[in-house]
C-alpha cells in the first residue's frame, strides 16, 4: 500500500529564509512522487515530480525535492522564501492504478 | 489547451437534496479522478473513471456516485445530502492511466458545497 505522512501541518519562515516542508512516504513498489500547491479558493498545481531519473528534482517557482530512498523522504525545499509562497502544500504518492495518494498538506505562511 | 473546468464553482443546498456536479477534463485525457476536501480531513478520494468505468474508488458511501461519458466529461453526484458532505470537490485529470507511469494529475478548480 501506498501513503504519505507530512510532518508539520503549518510552518512559517521569515521572508528570504529557507523553505523546508517534509514528506515521508510509504510505497511497496518504486513511488511516484509529488508535490502540488494550493493557493486559497483555487485547484491543486504541480511544483514537481519525481520520475525516477535523478533524485534532485527542480520544480516550478525555484522550489525543488530530493529524493532519499534510504530515508523514504521526499522533503520539497525553497533556498529564499517570497511572500508570494504563502499557499497549502501537498505531498503525493501514485499508488497502483492512477490512483493518488495526498498528505494532510502543510501550510506556509511566510513572514515579511 | 484548456485546463480542467468544473461546474458550477458554488453550490448551496440543503440537508437531504442531492446534487450533481461536472467536471470537464483536459482534451486528450482519459481519466477523471475526484476528490473532497475537507479542512479536518484534507483531500481524499473519491473515485477515478477511465474509459467510462470506475477503475478505483475511494471508502465513501454509496451516497456518492459518478459516471463518465464518452467525450471524457463526468459527474459527480451526491443524494441525501448531510452537512458532513460540506466540502470542497476537486476534479483532476490525467493523460494516461496505469501505475507504470509518473503521470500527473491536473486539477479543476473545485466545487465549493455548502449544505445547509
Known amino acids: 500500500a501506498q501513503s504519505v505522512t507530512q510532518l508539520g501541518s503549518h510552518v512559517s519562515v521569515s521572508e528570504g529564509a529557507l523553505v523546508l516542508l517534509r514528506c515521508n512516504y510509504s510505497s511497496s513498489v518504486p513511488p511516484y512522487l509529488f508535490w502540488y500547491v494550493q493557493y486559497p479558493n483555487q485547484g491543486l498545481q504541480l511544483l514537481l515530480k519525481?520520475?525516477?531519473?535523478?533524485?534532485l528534482v527542480k520544480g516550478i517557482n525555484g522550489f525543488e525535492a530530493e529524493f532519499k530512498k534510504s530515508e523514504t523522504s521526499f522533503h520539497l525545499t525553497k533556498p529564499s522564501a517570497h511572500m508570494s509562497d504563502a499557499a497549502e502544500y501537498f505531498c503525493a504518492v501514485k499508488g497502483t492504478g492512477n490512483q493518488f495518494y495526498f498528505g494532510t498538506g502543510t501550510s506556509l505562511t511566510v513572514i515579511p | 489547451k484548456a485546463g480542467v473546468t468544473q461546474t458550477p464553482r458554488y453550490l448551496i443546498k440543503t440537508r437531504g437534496q442531492q446534487v450533481t456536479l461536472s467536471c470537464s477534463p483536459i482534451s486528450g485525457h482519459r481519466s477523471v479522478s475526484w476528490y473532497q476536501q475537507t479542512p479536518g480531513q484534507g483531500l481524499q478520494f473519491l473515485f477515478e473513471?477511465?474509459?467510462?468505468?470506475?477503475?478505483n474508488k475511494g471508502n465513501f458511501p454509496g451516497r456518492f456516485s459518478g459516471r463518465q461519458f464518452s467525450n471524457s466529461r463526468s459527474e459527480m453526484n451526491v443524494s441525501t445530502l448531510e452537512l458532513g458532505d460540506s466540502a470542497l470537490y476537486l476534479c483532476a485529470s490525467s493523460s494516461a492511466g496505469g501505475a507504470l507511469f509518473n503521470n500527473e494529475q491536473f486539477f479543476g478548480p473545485g466545487t465549493r458545497l455548502t449544505v445547509l
Open positions: 473513471y477511465f474509459s467510462e468505468t470506475q477503475r
Open positions: 519525481y520520475t525516477s531519473a535523478a533524485t
